[in-house]
């Protein structure tokens, strides 16, 4: 039996297509870090997947090689330090990951090459943090649009088909090469999605940081986010 907030997931993103199990030890390593409402989806539905890979929830240490990489030298690892940890991702793989120490959540954007959140001063509930971010969610929340701002997973779905556990779709010539021209259904196609995030990172010099409150960020960290 679903939780009503899983049950409020399917209905907005669709029906669960994949269920992959957490282990227990995964469990055991977050349970005392990420939000209750997280860990119980994980032990209802796993990293389930919604929607043939609209959504699903990550295993956070096997994508930590990947946090890491695009956090590497930006003024979040510079502002923050602390602890990023990968939650869940898009059919585009848009990363959702979670910084402990303020409970502030980011998106890894790589199909631009950047980095978008705003931070948090770790007052709010673990619970409260992570399900506003990655569990209120709906489909188009997770959709991409083209060229022409038009949705493309449908497309990319009836193109490639839908995806596997471990495949994201990718734009072949990708966005860092081409610009706005690779936001087009013709150069969609399916990759593995640990290593074609690893492949996008390495395009470009440095992921963009858009902080959108970047004043009060440089002013907590001069003071200290724990400070009170």
């Avoid at 209905?11 to 349970?31: F, H, N, R, S, W």
């Avoid at 539905?45 to 930590?64: I, L, R, S």
């Avoid at 890491?68 to 502002?79: H, I, S, V």
């Amino acid at each position: 039996m679903y939780s009503s907030r899983l049950k409020m997931m399917i209905e907005d993103l669709g029906p669960i297509t994949k269920m992959c199990p957490v282990p227990v030890e995964i469990i055991a390593q977050y349970e005392s870090i990420l939000s209750p409402t997280l860990i119980e989806i994980w032990k209802q539905a796993g990293f389930c997947q919604f929607e043939h890979g609209a959504y699903q929830f990550v295993n956070p240490t096997e994508w930590q090689p990947v946090v890491d990489a695009w956090l590497a030298g930006t003024e979040y690892e510079k502002q923050l330090g602390g602890h990023f940890y990968a939650i869940s991702r898009t059919a585009f793989n848009d990363l959702y990951i979670f910084h402990v120490e303020t409970k502030s959540h980011l998106t890894i954007d790589p199909v631009c090459g950047q980095i978008t959140g705003s931070i948090e001063d770790g007052t709010d509930e673990y619970d409260t943090a992570i399900s506003s971010f990655t569990i209120a969610i709906n489909q188009e929340k997770v959709d991409l649009g083209d060229i022409n701002d038009k949705p493309l997973f449908n497309r990319a779905v009836k193109k490639c088909g839908g995806l596997g556990w471990n495949d994201m779709y990718t734009f072949e010539p990708a966005y860092a090469l081409i610009g706005d021209a690779a936001l087009d259904i013709k150069y969609v196609n399916k990759a593995n999605a640990l290593v074609q995030m690893m492949v996008l990172r390495q395009m470009i010099d440095l992921p963009r940081s858009i902080i959108f409150n970047m004043d009060w960020v440089k002013e907590a960290a001069r003071q200290g986010f724990n400070d009170e």
